[in-house]
């Protein structure tokens, strides 16, 4: 995956990502496709979450998937999930589930609560940072106000980074793919230069949802993995999502 | 430094959507909280209840590659039924209603959901 937060020259902000997955899930040779991949993309929707017949928060979501992986609360935040690889993986967790040590937050179980419950950036930030997870993962989060923007990096148990936006310091971007900042990213799957490469020439007094768009289509940051590209603003709670394709030549990830 | 094969200069002119890279747009739904957990994906899930049995009989076909005993992958798929009764509500229920709707068993239903967990290493 690769995520977005963005703030232009007059302190707003924008959030977007591309959903990549289906890795080593089959490989269609017909559409040279991952099968997997592409059997994700008619199940996307776009849903709507409402009490008492207002909104509550929007997301871009999977068909039968009862968590969330991108969402916006209007007039509070922004949040997408990307997944973080590690050793002390997910499945640990699954294990320690299983055994019956049960304190801890299945991931999209918990941006899903956060979207339902948290009220502002700031609350958000806090459940995100402070809750014992299932699996490590980065939590992609924007706000409403100039510098609310962070990408928060979590083990299982512990917090390890938080990035924050800093316009003052010349940081009006944040881009995460899936690897820890301060490492560099694989050497056959880096989509963060090209993704910082893009937003670099796009400059800050002319970032918006559709300049952010073509960064997301631009390859490899768009590859055969990505399902969609999903874009948010937080202050009038807009969410637009479309299905992707990567014609060959196209990276496979 | 070698070039990323397949990377190419910044796109510019991609929004609104359209071209090779544009699948189309996406479905709308209203998810009611106020509705009982269970009933709540009813509408969405009976919808996309064909696409959702493709991705599954994809995924449990990949997996029965690896396990080819018909005994350990019915064990296997009671295990996953069983950690569906242990998933916290709300999504206990709402996992459970989807399966309902979409005449799906209820540990295809939950693996699909911790997808997350399984793929972090």
């Known amino acids: 995956c690769t995520s977005i937060v963005a703030e232009d020259t007059t302190g707003k902000l924008y959030h977007a990502r591309n959903l990549d997955f289906g890795l080593f899930l089959g490989w269609d040779i017909k559409n040279s496709s991952w099968t997997v991949t592409k059997e994700l993309k008619p199940l996307m929707v776009s849903v709507d979450f409402q009490r008492n017949n207002k909104t509550v928060f929007k997301s871009s979501n999977l068909a039968g998937y009862v968590g969330m992986i ?42 899903r609560n956060v979207l339902e419950n948290c009220t502002s950036y700031e609350d958000a930030k806090d459940r995100l940072v402070n809750s014992k997870l299932l699996a490590p993962a980065y939590f992609i989060l924007g706000g409403m106000k100039s510098g609310e923007g962070c990408i928060i990096t979590r083990s ?8 924050p936006l800093d316009t003052k310091k010349g940081i009006w971007y944040l881009v995460e793919t899936n690897y820890d900042r301060w490492k560099d990213p694989f050497v056959l799957d880096n989509r963060r230069d090209p993704a910082m490469k893009c937003l670099n020439q796009t400059m800050q007094e002319n970032i918006s949802l559709p300049t952010i768009y073509n ?39 | 430094s070698a070039k990323d094969p397949f990377s190419e200069e910044c796109k510019i002119h991609e929004y609104p ?68 009764t242990t998933l916290p509500y709300p999504f206990d229920e709402e996992i459970k209603g989807i399966a309902s709707a979409a005449d799906i068993p209820l540990g295809d239903i939950v693996v699909f959901n911790i997808f997350y967990e399984i793929f972090t290493v």
């Open chain 1, 70 to 111: 991108s969402g916006v609360k209007p007039g509070a935040f922004s949040l997408t999930l990307n997944e973080r690889f590690s050793v002390d993986g997910g499945y640990i967790g699954l294990f320690e589930w299983i055994v019956g040590q049960r304190d801890g937050w299945w991931m999209s179980f918990l941006t």
């Open chain 1, 156 to 163: 299982r148990s512990a917090t390890l980074d938080i990035w």
């Open chain 1, 215 to 253: 960064v997301l289509s631009t390859k490899p940051v768009l590859n055969k993995l990505t399902v969609s590209t999903t874009l948010l603003e937080v202050s009038d709670g807009h969410i637009e999502t479309y299905l992707r394709d990567c014609p060959d030549p196209c990276s496979p990830w």
């Open chain 2, 17 to 84: 959507p359209s071209g090779p890279t544009y699948k189309g747009n996406v479905p709308k739904y209203i998810i009611n909280l106020d509705l009982p957990p269970s009933e709540r994906w009813v509408k969405l899930v009976t919808d996309k209840k064909a696409e959702l049995k493709i991705m599954i009989f994809s995924l449990k076909g990949m997996l029965k590659a690896l396990i080819h005993n018909k005994k350990y992958m019915a064990a296997l798929e009671n295990k996953l039924a069983w950690l569906g």
